[in-house]
């Protein structure tokens, strides 16, 4: 599974508001499952039993939020900005603004392993993430992360 052709516009969203790390999991939750098979609250409640694990930012601003839920076909992948960065247990300290959210079936073990490990190499780039917290519009976001993933062969 490569990163490039895992993303879709539609699972792109800017814009997005929160008060705290629960309530962020919580909006991302609403929003996402707008496409999927799955209520938002089993999405929240899957995400959140999962943040319990420990947390899962990356540090400078984004989070990969991800977790094995029953309902899916396929590896499921959105990602969310948000105006203000708020408190999520971030290694470095800093406020989070931005998630990877990634949803998988229980029985893809290799491949929700294999998107995570895409995700954070792509994000070791310093000029992608300025790209992503930046960028104007959802196909600014796609274009961005696209072309990176395609020169690390992603």
């Known amino acids: 599974m490569k990163l490039q052709h895992s ?22 939750a609403d929003r996402i499952v707008e496409s999927l098979p799955l209520g938002g609250d089993q999405v929240m409640q899957a995400l959140k039993d999962r943040e319990s694990l420990g947390s899962t930012s990356v540090g400078g601003g984004f989070a990969i939020p991800h977790c094995k839920l029953g309902g899916l076909s396929q590896i499921e992948l959105a990602l969310a ?25 229980p029985d893809q073990p290799a491949s929700h392993l294999q998107v995570l490990s895409q995700i954070a190499r792509v994000l070791k780039r310093s000029e992608l993430r300025e790209q992503l917290l930046s960028a104007p519009d959802e196909e600014s976001v796609l274009l961005a992360l696209r072309s990176v993933a395609e020169q690390e062969g992603l």
């Open 7 to 28: 993303i879709d516009l539609e699972q792109i969203h800017l814009g997005l508001v929160a008060t705290d790390g629960e309530n962020a999991l919580q909006v991302v």
């Open 81 to 105: 900005r948000f105006e203000d960065g708020f408190e999520f247990n971030a290694t470095d300290g800093r406020p989070v603004s931005f998630f990877f959210i990634v949803l998988s079936p």
